[in-house]
């Protein structure tokens, strides 16, 4: 059987009828992360052809300098869209190497990127042995996508209680994670299968939100989920909140902006997204509001973003190091 580090995601093959119990605890040679390994039973044996392909997907190996950014709340419209495709530009305006991958059927980023009728993470899990490479488009900004289209509804139909169902995603960024400094992650307005896949694949989560009266429901669904995944199976995900569409004249909006403040405090990113309608413009011409009008509010406030996770996910990476979320 094969076996993964929840932490380091280092990946071991052991001998089954070396396996004392149906249960038993191992300690990570490398990151000496101690997690439970359950023996699996007969009838969940993964399927010949699948089996093959997880062992042609340990050959590759981890790159854990590349930050893997989920973009997510439940809420509709609390711009996750938005904030991965002007984040990523951002994040290619300070030289890094960033991959995009559209992991909503409503394909919004790949629309808003120019493209249409792309092949996307269906197609790859769909063709026997393909290369994720393969898949991914270089858009003129300098900016890769690994596209969606409305194919990834059956995504969760084929695959959901499938064995690693919820690996899937994680164990294919595996192929192409030496390529890239940064992966971000755009997800649908839910905490389903695609959310749940996502936040697995990742080591950070970034919580677009609002400041309407419901955005904190949004932010608490997210929290429980990532709790879930790291006390289950301790695997950590940084969580930071970004607040969105900011509108300093509204009083409800800095009534729930001092709200969210309280209740996440360290968690809520300094910089905040103002409303401005250059976003929307931009939209209309497929092109990143930050490259349609740099000045823009919004714009230079992305920026800034960039600069912010970039900082704050190395302090991360640098206690991760060290051992202090042991
Ligand atoms: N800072 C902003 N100022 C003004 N409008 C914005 C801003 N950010 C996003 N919007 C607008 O809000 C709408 C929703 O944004 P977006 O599509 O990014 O949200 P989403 O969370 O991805 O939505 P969904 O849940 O449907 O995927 C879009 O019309 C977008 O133009
Ligand atoms: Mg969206």
């Given at each position: 059987?094969?076996?993964?580090?929840?932490?380091?995601?280092?990946?071991?093959?052991i001998d089954?009828k070396?396996?004392?119990?149906d249960?038993?605890?191992?300690?990570?040679?490398?990151?000496?992360?101690?997690f439970l390994?359950?023996?699996?039973s007969?009838s969940?044996?993964?399927?010949?052809?699948i089996?093959?392909?997880?062992?042609?997907?340990?050959?590759?190996?981890?790159n854990p300098?590349c930050?893997?950014?989920?973009?997510c709340?439940?809420k509709?419209g609390v711009?996750?869209t938005?904030?991965c495709?002007?984040?990523a530009?951002?994040?290619?305006?300070?030289?890094?190497?960033?991959?995009?991958?559209?992991?909503?059927?409503?394909?919004?980023?790949?629309?808003?990127?120019?493209?249409?009728?792309?092949?996307?993470?269906?197609e790859?899990?769909?063709?026997?042995?393909?290369n994720?490479?393969?898949?991914?488009?270089?858009t003129?900004?300098?900016?890769?996508?690994?596209?969606?289209?409305?194919k990834?509804a059956?995504?969760?139909?084929?695959h959901m209680?499938?064995?690693?169902?919820?690996?899937?995603?994680?164990d294919k960024?595996l192929?192409v994670?030496?390529?890239f400094?940064?992966?971000?992650?755009?997800?649908?307005?839910?905490g389903?299968f695609y959310?749940?896949n996502?936040?697995?694949?990742?080591?950070?989560?970034i919580?677009?939100?609002?400041?309407?009266y419901?955005?904190?429901?949004?932010?608490?669904?997210?929290?429980?989920?990532?709790?879930?995944?790291?006390?289950?199976i301790n695997h950590?995900?940084?969580?930071?909140?970004?607040?969105?569409?900011f509108?300093?004249n509204?009083?409800?909006?800095?009534?729930v902006?001092?709200?969210?403040?309280?209740?996440?405090?360290?968690k809520?990113?300094?910089?905040?997204?103002?409303?401005?309608?250059?976003?929307?413009?931009s939209?209309i011409?497929?092109?990143p509001?930050i490259?349609y009008?740099?000045?823009?509010?919004a714009?230079r406030?992305?920026?800034q973003?960039?600069?912010?996770?970039n900082e704050k996910l190395?302090a991360?990476?640098?206690?991760?190091?060290?051992?202090?979320?042991?």
């Amino acid at each position: 059987m094969i076996i993964t580090c929840g932490k380091c995601k280092t990946k071991y093959r052991i001998d089954d009828k070396a396996v004392p119990k149906d249960e038993f605890k191992v300690r990570c040679t490398k990151c000496k992360h101690a997690f439970l390994v359950k023996k699996p039973s007969v009838s969940s044996e993964v399927p010949p052809h699948i089996k093959r392909k997880t062992e042609t997907a340990i050959t590759y190996k981890d790159n854990p300098d590349c930050k893997v950014i989920t973009i997510c709340n439940q809420k509709g419209g609390v711009a996750k869209t938005t904030t991965c495709l002007n984040l990523a530009t951002s994040l290619v305006q300070l030289n890094k190497r960033v991959l995009v991958v559209d992991f909503d059927v409503q394909s919004n980023l790949t629309l808003l990127l120019g493209h249409k009728d792309a092949r996307s993470f269906f197609e790859v899990i769909d063709s026997e042995d393909a290369n994720l490479s393969e898949f991914i488009i270089k858009t003129k900004y300098n900016l890769s996508l690994l596209p969606s289209n409305s194919k990834m509804a059956l995504l969760s139909k084929t695959h959901m209680g499938q064995d690693n169902f919820e690996y899937m995603l994680r164990d294919k960024l595996l192929e192409v994670k030496q390529n890239f400094d940064y992966i971000l992650i755009d997800t649908p307005p839910s905490g389903d299968f695609y959310t749940l896949n996502a936040l697995l694949a990742s080591t950070s989560a970034i919580v677009p939100a609002p400041c309407e009266y419901l955005s904190m429901n949004g932010i608490s669904h997210i929290e429980g989920m990532i709790k879930v995944i790291q006390n289950k199976i301790n695997h950590f995900i940084d969580m930071s909140v970004l607040v969105t569409k900011f509108d300093k004249n509204n009083t409800v909006s800095q009534v729930v902006l001092e709200k969210i403040k309280s209740r996440y405090k360290l968690k809520v990113l300094k910089t905040i997204i103002e409303y401005d309608q250059k976003i929307q413009e931009s939209e209309i011409v497929q092109t990143p509001a930050i490259i349609y009008d740099s000045e823009s509010p919004a714009s230079r406030q992305y920026l800034q973003l960039a600069n912010e996770v970039n900082e704050k996910l190395f302090a991360v990476a640098a206690r991760e190091k060290t051992g202090s979320y042991l």
